[in-house]
């Protein structure tokens, strides 16, 4: 965590309106492998200027079937609504006073997401729930492909030798965070701030949102969730 965040998050209604960048070219032009179909400037513009203001930016068109995405909200929905008598049972959840979390480290290249199925459902593990969180995984791992080529075009590397050299081979956890619908005042005090420690993080909210992110200026601002959409946040590592 940076030590310029060492800070409370309160909720607030002051709101933020990230620059959107919408790959839709890139996605229809070149697989998660390709490299060599940057040439929509304006798009490569808008991440320079996002990740350089505000270090964060709303993607669209990204290509992620809308179908993948609901299935795996709707699976998690049903594990985050088993009581927690049950939830007891695995490895997690890690639970606070307002979320509990379920988190998959190294998630491409393990078993956790069995292994919490058969924890939760002792009997016959859910291969359901397994099949829509592994696909949902797979084509958020492809998107970290695309999205890291389009920084490092961003910064005039070139990708070719960036990619392969520092982003080819990557490890990636994922984390399912369930917030309880309390009732939260102006100015309440919710969670400690803090600064992703990886290179990316891509973040999907639902429609209640709750995001904030912290402008130059210090200050607290909520970010309106898009349908659709996905939050990029550059991580400490990236910088």
Known sequence: MASSLQSSLHFNEDEVNLPVVDISQFVENVDGEGLNHLQNGQMIATVREACKEWGFFLLV???IPVNIVQEMDSQVRQLCAMPAEVKKGSTAPNRTFWNESFQFFNVLHSNSIGELSNKIWPHDGN?????AIRTYTLHMADLVRKIVKIILASLDLDIETFYHSDFGKFTASLRINHYEPKGISIGEEILMAHSDIGCLTILYQ???GGLQIRS???KWLSV???PNSFVINIGDCMK
Do not use: A, L, M, S
């Not at 291969?127 to 099949?131: D, G, L, N, S, T």
């Open 127 to 131: 291969p359901k729930f397994c099949e």
């Open 224 to 226: 309106n969730p898009i």
């Open 61 to 63: 068109n990204h290509g």
């Open 216 to 218: 130059r200026e210090g």
């Open 206 to 208: 639902d429609n209640q």
